[in-house]
């Protein structure tokens, strides 16, 4: 649940909004911002005059879509207007940036005159590669994206029109063929004759649907020809028929499809429809008819819905960004019907094939080969941008409305590395984290920070909370901050039933280490104590703590309390970085001071064994001053002593050192100088010869670069356990406790 405050702050802190404009060239000295400008810029200025195509290869227009509207029709909210709108154009942006690495510029046009919309946009095609109409009430809508398909010589897409269509599209052709039944003689029945469901209906009659198979209802029952109230887009499917109400149409169709509002069909109408009844109610937020009661109706119905929480979620944004990828890399001139079921038909016959293993865990419950319940691939499968995109541009060189030519295999490759592991890793983590349902114990309860934190794990399902401190206090913190904690346990230490038996545990632990039974039960008093003893007890499965103390002390806490696990000489740590393209591991940066050859071999094999936990094969680099021997000292001979140790450790890891970053980080270096290397790709987990050089490190790519350090993660511990830095943000503790569960789960598995 996303509360009102929640997104408010989130849009408002920091800097205001969603999106910033950065340059993509070195801009800082004067003769590179003579480069930019004056006179440098004059130089493609003319290459362009001449010849128009040019702005392609010197400007950044070829990767830059105009995002629409006048906020007439805004998901949820209606007319507010363009002002009002803009929130909602930024996070398109946002949306187009991750997913297919398109800039956007948002516009926000103050007319509801189509004339005047249209000559707003078609003085600024120069500006863009492509555009984008987004919320915008029909019919005026309609009619303004069929004037500037005719006057531009840009795509011009309807995102309201097409970008569910298409992948309802794909959908029903997987549906059909689960069923065993043609699309040119299967009789569907769309509700919702609005933008959406204008859209579905000119897909389908192109996917094959036959025009007199398609009944369309809107809520005042058929269109058809007699009726006085409908639009020129409406009128397009119009039939006449005898059954006039939706009940009365759905009798015998075998593919219902909803556009409308929620509650419109029926178990009795889906009881009513042929054998093997196809179900799609794409209303949000919510659908036609439950998933649940939809499923519960038959046994032989395939449904679907647009909710992302269950399967077969005909969600938009598996569509309209790979749609403008795969247009604008080959400078289309329009976005056809035969690139929008180019799209389709990619996805669909993606559904059909083996799904990758990192998607696999991140819905471990749920059926993932293709059948009734998986008609789509999931929105985290990182080829749909691949196939999605290159199926659009090779259909668009096919129709002959590209502007360059497409090397099939050369753009497959670009479009593999164009996006990267980074920024997506999170969502992930998160999906896999919801499988798990581990139950975790804050020992600072009490807190404001963790009890956000606790509120937004709730709402994801990341984790199970557990809060320990004066259930008045944390009742009163909660419901000041509007924090709907439900059945969180909060637990009293003193209060709690479970006391003796963590005094007991507690004293077993330590009473070799000076520990007698009153000073255990006194210690164990301590919160981040008795939540040790908790995971120890198995009534948690995971620690957090910290929050509120030095690192160290609660560090030196879970040592005594947790320790390590039999074979680990010495609890590490490890950082998870995400890059903007990349995924890396830092290890150690919080715990070890000084290691030594035998510690960091055994940090590389603990921390190789967490990335492969979290679905990231790792390649070891062990860091040093040196590049593989060209420096005789102690610290390089540690170094090279630790590989050394590491494979007799763990023969099968992919490792190698001493090294310098740079030549752990670049590809064209190793080749260079050192081809004999035993890493083939850049290193993903980067194994420091000390402290300091790692946490330097990590909090120079925190708080100079673009990387976001999750961390840090224990390794090596007798029981999941994680500490905090001080005064961690609700962000970074969400972070941790997502791969803390994500980890725990899969090394326990």
Same mark, same amino acid.
Request: proline residues 6%; glycine residues 8%; charged residues 25%.
């Given at each position: 649940?996303?509360?009102?405050?929640?997104?408010?702050?989130?849009?408002?802190?920091?800097?205001?909004?969603?999106?910033?404009?950065?340059?993509?060239?070195?801009?800082?000295?004067?003769?590179?911002?003579?480069? +930019?400008?004056?006179?440098?810029?004059? *130089?493609?200025?003319?290459?362009?005059?001449?010849?128009?195509?040019?702005?392609?290869?010197?400007?950044?227009?070829?990767?830059?879509?105009?995002?629409?509207?006048?906020?007439?029709?805004?998901?949820?909210?209606?007319?507010?207007?363009?002002?009002?709108?803009?929130?909602?154009?930024?996070?398109? @942006?946002?949306?187009?940036?991750?997913?297919?690495?398109?800039?956007? *510029?948002?516009?926000?046009?103050?007319?509801?005159?189509?004339?005047?919309?249209?000559?707003?946009?078609?003085?600024?095609?120069?500006?863009?590669?492509?555009?984008?109409?987004?919320?915008?009430?029909?019919?005026?809508?309609?009619?303004?994206?069929?004037?500037?398909?005719?006057?531009?010589?840009?795509?011009? #897409?309807?995102?309201?029109?097409?970008?569910?269509?298409?992948?309802?599209?794909?959908?029903?052709?997987?549906?059909?063929?689960?069923?065993?039944?043609?699309?040119?003689?299967?009789?569907?029945?769309?509700?919702?004759?609005?933008?959406?469901?204008?859209?579905?209906?000119?897909?389908?009659?192109?996917?094959?649907?036959?025009?007199?198979?398609?009944?369309?209802?809107?809520?005042?029952?058929?269109?058809?020809?007699?009726?006085?109230?409908?639009? !020129?887009?409406?009128?397009?499917?119009?039939?006449?028929?005898?059954?006039?109400?939706?009940?009365?149409?759905?009798?015998?169709?075998?593919?219902?499809?909803?556009?409308?509002?929620?509650?419109?069909?029926?178990?009795?109408?889906?009881?009513?429809? +042929?054998?093997?009844?196809?179900?799609?109610?794409? @209303?949000?937020?919510?659908?036609?008819?439950?998933?649940?009661?939809?499923?519960?109706?038959?046994?032989?119905?395939?449904?679907?819905?647009?909710?992302?929480?269950?399967?077969?979620?005909?969600?938009?944004?598996?569509?309209?960004?790979?749609?403008?990828?795969?247009?604008?890399?080959?400078?289309?001139?329009?976005? $056809?019907?035969?690139?929008?079921?180019? +799209?389709?038909?990619?996805?669909?016959?993606?559904?059909?094939?083996?799904?990758?293993?990192?998607?696999?865990?991140?819905?471990?419950?749920?059926?993932?080969?293709?059948?009734?319940?998986?008609?789509?691939?999931?929105?985290?499968?990182?080829?749909?941008?691949?196939?999605?995109?290159?199926?659009?541009?090779?259909? @668009?060189?096919?129709?002959?409305?590209?502007?360059?030519?497409?090397?099939?295999?050369?753009?497959?490759?670009?479009? $593999?590395?164009?996006?990267?592991?980074?920024?997506?890793?999170?969502?992930?983590?998160?999906?896999?984290?919801?499988?798990?349902?581990?139950?975790?114990? #804050?020992?600072?309860?009490?807190?404001?920070?963790?009890?956000?934190?606790?509120?937004?794990?709730?709402?994801?399902?990341?984790?199970?909370?557990?809060?320990?401190?004066?259930?008045?206090?944390?009742?009163?913190?909660?419901?000041?901050?509007?924090?709907?904690?439900?059945?969180?346990?909060?637990?009293?230490?003193?209060?709690?039933?479970? #006391?003796?038996?963590?005094?007991?545990?507690?004293?077993?632990?330590?009473?070799?280490?000076?520990?007698?039974?009153?000073?255990?039960?006194?210690?164990?008093?301590?919160?981040?104590?008795?939540?040790?003893?908790?995971?120890?007890?198995?009534?948690?499965?995971?620690?957090?703590?910290?929050?509120?103390?030095?690192?160290?002390? $609660?560090?030196?806490?879970?040592?005594? !309390?947790?320790?390590?696990?039999?074979?680990?000489?010495?609890?590490?740590?490890?950082?998870?970085?995400?890059?903007?393209?990349?995924?890396?591991?830092?290890?150690?940066?919080?715990?070890?001071?000084?290691?030594?050859?035998?510690?960091?071999?055994?940090?590389?094999?603990?921390?190789?064994?967490?990335?492969?936990?979290?679905?990231?094969?790792?390649?070891? +680099?062990?860091?040093?001053?040196?590049?593989?021997?060209?420096?005789?000292?102690?610290?390089?001979?540690?170094?090279?002593?630790?590989?050394?140790?590491?494979?007799?450790? @763990?023969?099968?890891?992919?490792?190698?050192?001493?090294?310098?970053?740079?030549?752990?980080?670049?590809?064209?270096?190793?080749?260079?100088?050192?081809? *004999?290397?035993?890493?083939?790709?850049?290193?993903?987990?980067?194994?420091?010869?000390?402290?300091?050089?790692?946490?330097?490190?990590?909090?120079?790519?925190?708080?100079?670069?673009?990387?976001?350090?999750?961390?840090?993660?224990?390794?090596?511990?007798?029981?999941?356990?994680?500490?905090?830095?001080?005064?961690?943000?609700?962000?970074?503790?969400?972070?941790?406790?997502?791969?803390?569960?994500?980890?725990?789960?899969?090394?326990?598995?």
């Amino acid at each position: 649940m996303i509360r009102r405050h929640d997104s408010l702050e989130y849009h408002a802190a920091g800097r205001p909004g969603k999106i910033e404009v950065r340059p993509a060239k070195p801009c800082v000295t004067p003769r590179e911002m003579r480069l +930019a400008y004056l006179p440098g810029a004059s *130089f493609p200025a003319e290459e362009i005059a001449a010849d128009p195509s040019a702005a392609f290869r010197f400007t950044s227009r070829g990767n830059l879509v105009g995002v629409v509207t006048n906020g007439t029709a805004v998901p949820g909210l209606g007319a507010v207007g363009p002002l009002a709108a803009k929130p909602m154009q930024e996070g398109m @942006a946002v949306l187009f940036k991750r997913l297919a690495d398109l800039d956007v *510029f948002d516009l926000e046009i103050d007319t509801t005159d189509p004339e005047k919309f249209v000559e707003t946009v078609a003085m600024l095609e120069p500006t863009f590669g492509a555009v984008n109409l987004k919320d915008i009430r029909a019919p005026e809508g309609l009619i303004i994206y069929e004037r500037l398909l005719a006057r531009l010589r840009i795509p011009v #897409f309807h995102e309201n029109l097409y970008s569910t269509a298409v992948v309802a599209a794909a959908a029903l052709l997987n549906a059909l063929d689960l069923t065993d039944k043609r699309i040119d003689g299967a009789r569907v029945v769309l509700c919702g004759a609005g933008t959406v469901g204008t859209g579905c209906a000119r897909l389908f009659v192109k996917l094959g649907v036959r025009p007199e198979n398609l009944l369309v209802y809107d809520r005042d029952g058929l269109l058809h020809s007699d009726r006085t109230d409908l639009h !020129a887009y409406q009128r397009e499917f119009a039939r006449p028929h005898p059954s006039a109400s939706l009940g009365e149409g759905l009798r015998g169709a075998d593919v219902f499809v909803g556009a409308s509002a929620a509650g419109v069909l029926t178990p009795e109408m889906v009881r009513s429809m +042929a054998r093997f009844p196809i179900v799609f109610a794409l @209303a949000t937020p919510e659908p036609e008819i439950d998933y649940g009661v939809a499923r519960a109706c038959r046994k032989d119905v395939i449904v679907a819905t647009g909710l992302g929480q269950y399967p077969n979620a005909i969600l938009d944004l598996l569509s309209v960004p790979y749609v403008f990828r795969g247009a604008l890399d080959v400078q289309a001139t329009s976005i $056809t019907e035969g690139m929008l079921l180019a +799209a389709a038909r990619a996805l669909a016959d993606l559904a059909r094939e083996e799904v990758p293993e990192e998607v696999v865990r991140a819905y471990a419950d749920e059926t993932m080969a293709f059948g009734p319940s998986y008609l789509l691939p999931k929105p985290i499968d990182p080829r749909i941008l691949v196939r999605e995109s290159a199926a659009v541009a090779e259909q @668009a060189v096919r129709e002959e409305v590209a502007g360059r030519p497409l090397e099939a295999a050369a753009y497959h490759e670009i479009l $593999t590395t164009r996006i990267g592991t980074g920024r997506e890793t999170m969502r992930g983590l998160i999906l896999r984290a919801r499988q798990a349902k581990l139950r975790v114990v #804050f020992s600072e309860g009490t807190s404001e920070a963790i009890l956000r934190a606790c509120g937004i794990l709730l709402d994801e399902g990341i984790a199970s909370p557990v809060l320990l401190g004066r259930e008045r206090e944390i009742r009163e913190k909660a419901d000041r901050l509007s924090l709907d904690l439900g059945g969180v346990p909060i637990v009293e230490p003193e209060r709690s039933p479970r #006391f003796g038996a963590c005094v007991e545990a507690y004293f077993e632990l330590r009473k070799r280490r000076g520990v007698m039974r009153d000073a255990a039960a006194r210690l164990v008093t301590r919160p981040d104590i008795f939540a040790a003893m908790m995971v120890r007890c198995g009534d948690a499965d995971m620690l957090i703590a910290g929050y509120a103390s030095h690192y160290v002390e $609660t560090l030196r806490t879970m040592l005594q !309390a947790i320790g390590p696990a039999p074979g680990v000489r010495k609890v590490s740590s490890h950082y998870l970085v995400l890059l903007p393209r990349d995924v890396v591991f830092l290890a150690d940066c919080a715990v070890q001071v000084d290691p030594d050859a035998t510690d960091l071999a055994e940090i590389a094999v603990l921390a190789a064994r967490t990335s492969r936990a979290l679905g990231v094969e790792p390649r070891v +680099a062990m860091l040093s001053f040196s590049n593989f021997g060209s420096v005789d000292h102690p610290h390089t001979r540690k170094v090279r002593r630790a590989v050394a140790l590491a494979r007799e450790m @763990a023969p099968d890891l992919r490792i190698d050192g001493e090294m310098q970053l740079a030549a752990a980080r670049d590809g064209a270096l190793r080749r260079t100088c050192f081809p *004999f290397a035993d890493i083939d790709r850049d290193a993903n987990v980067l194994v420091f010869p000390d402290l300091q050089s790692g946490n330097l490190t990590m909090h120079s790519l925190q708080y100079m670069g673009e990387a976001i350090p999750i961390g840090p993660v224990l390794m090596g511990t007798a029981l999941p356990a994680h500490v905090l830095q001080y005064e961690a943000t609700v962000e970074q503790v969400v972070n941790l406790t997502t791969v803390g569960v994500v980890e725990a789960a899969a090394l326990r598995a």
